[in-house]
């Protein structure tokens, strides 16, 4: 008697397992993934693909928006927005055969900001749980969106920000809140919502006696932050314009910062085997961005750790746009333009580099044991993570890419300039 209770004991504890690992490789929940660390957590992905090849549906995506889809439950949701800014969408796809299930017309204005021409009025990807997703477009507003009904929970649009080129920064899910950066040249600020009814939990305003004398210019960031736990405290790695911001996330209090100093950020900070890895943004030479330095931060300081708790730093090549991706102890990043440098991410010293076709946008995805690095044409390389270069497949979709590729189950999704694809794989 006692050994069949053990085993059903046993077979409902692996069962649960079973489901949970199958929901992981069935949604995506965040920008870089449901983890915010560039890994997909599939055994298989697509291998080689074109605009018609393997290509399981594709749709249109109404307006222009340089957003990720996120997936959750067998529904693809993206953001949009018209080209002029002046209204706001948001889209829900069947992950299975691509039917448009709901599109929503969210915020409209009458006067946008500008934005930067290469970027959009919708390029903050959304977040996603059961029940729930979440947009944000930056100062144009926030919304929650019943995902069954697809009704608006709620909605703001009363938090300002200057944002000079156009919001990018998207926002995460953690617990009660939903925390939104929006950091322009006037007053740069994060918010923690909480996310069932949209209020404000805690403000933190970026320190007026730092950010004040700076050029405006040098105030706005883009980055999306991650929450890492550090000595048993949850802290909130916010890498702003000028200097990284670690808060108590749930507090906002903050706990370290650490200055780079210069422009504005966009690259999401990492965390691996203890570290923090945050990227400066562009570093200015004879009034010209010159270039990006990446650098290694041990978190468990107080204070300023700038002079002490530096690991390393490295600068030659540095993407300013694109995320790197961490695989075993190796630190992948692609330059904008182009260039791809293998380090160790304990270290900082360089195992190899190699030049890609073309310009990149999009941050690097780990997945079914390869990296996709996927550039603004629409070009992919991918290669196997190692200690050296070798590369698996290309493949070329022609369309203009800014998003991440997106992995759940057997598939990927790609969002680009005009389109959402589901790519199949194939075993040969």
Not at 64 to 86: C, K, R, Y
Request: glycine share 8%.
């Amino acid at each position: 008697m006692m050994t069949k209770k053990i085993n059903l004991s046993a077979f409902i504890f692996f069962f649960f397992i079973l489901v949970s690992c199958q929901s992981e490789q069935q949604n995506w929940t965040h920008f870089r993934g449901s983890n915010m660390d560039g890994h997909a957590n599939v055994e298989t992905a697509p291998l080689h693909w074109s605009d018609t090849e393997n290509v399981v549906w594709k749709v249109p995506v109404k307006g222009l928006g340089w957003s990720s889809p996120v997936v959750f439950d067998g529904q693809v949701w993206v953001t949009s927005a018209e080209e002029d800014g002046t209204e706001f969408y948001v889209s829900c796809f069947d992950l299975n055969s691509g039917e448009l299930l709901s599109e929503k017309t969210l915020f409209n204005s009458e006067e946008p900001q500008r934005i930067h021409p290469t970027n959009s009025y919708a390029t903050p990807t959304p977040c996603i749980e059961k029940g729930r997703v979440y947009v944000h477009y930056g100062s144009f507003g926030t919304a929650s969106i019943d995902t069954k009904s697809f009704e608006v929970i709620w909605k703001r649009d009363d938090m300002p920000c200057e944002h000079m080129q156009g919001p990018a920064s998207s926002p995460i899910i953690y617990k009660d809140k939903l925390i939104v950066h929006l950091e322009g040249t006037e007053d740069p600020y994060v918010v923690a919502l909480d996310k069932e009814t949209g209020e404000i939990i805690w403000k933190s305003v970026r320190p007026k006696e730092i950010y004040d004398p700076l050029q405006p210019v040098f105030r706005k960031s883009y980055q999306t932050p991650i929450v890492v736990t550090v000595n048993g405290r949850d802290l909130l790695i916010s890498n702003s314009s000028f200097m990284c911001f670690a808060h108590d996330v749930n507090t906002g209090e903050v706990i370290w910062t650490f200055q780079y100093g210069d422009d504005s950020t966009v690259s999401q900070p990492l965390f691996y085997n203890g570290l923090v890895f945050i990227n400066s943004g562009w570093i200015f030479e004879d009034g010209k961005p010159n270039f990006t330095r990446e650098f290694a931060i041990n978190p468990t300081g107080k204070g300023d750790v700038t002079e002490t708790h530096q690991v390393w730093m490295y600068e030659d090549e540095v993407p300013q746009i694109p995320t790197p991706v961490i695989v075993d102890d190796k630190m992948y990043m692609v330059h904008d333009r182009g260039m791809v440098t293998c380090l160790d991410a304990m270290t900082g010293k360089v195992i190899w580099k190699e030049k890609l076709r073309g310009n990149f946008n999009s941050s690097p995805i780990y997945a079914g044991g390869n990296i996709y690095f996927i550039n603004v044409k629409g070009f992919c390389t991918i290669i196997k993570p190692g200690d050296s270069f070798e590369k698996v497949a290309e493949n070329d979709l022609g369309e203009t890419v800014k998003a991440i590729p997106v992995f759940v189950g057997d598939k990927m999704l790609l969002r680009t300039q005009n389109n959402l694809f589901s790519i199949k794989s194939v075993r040969l």
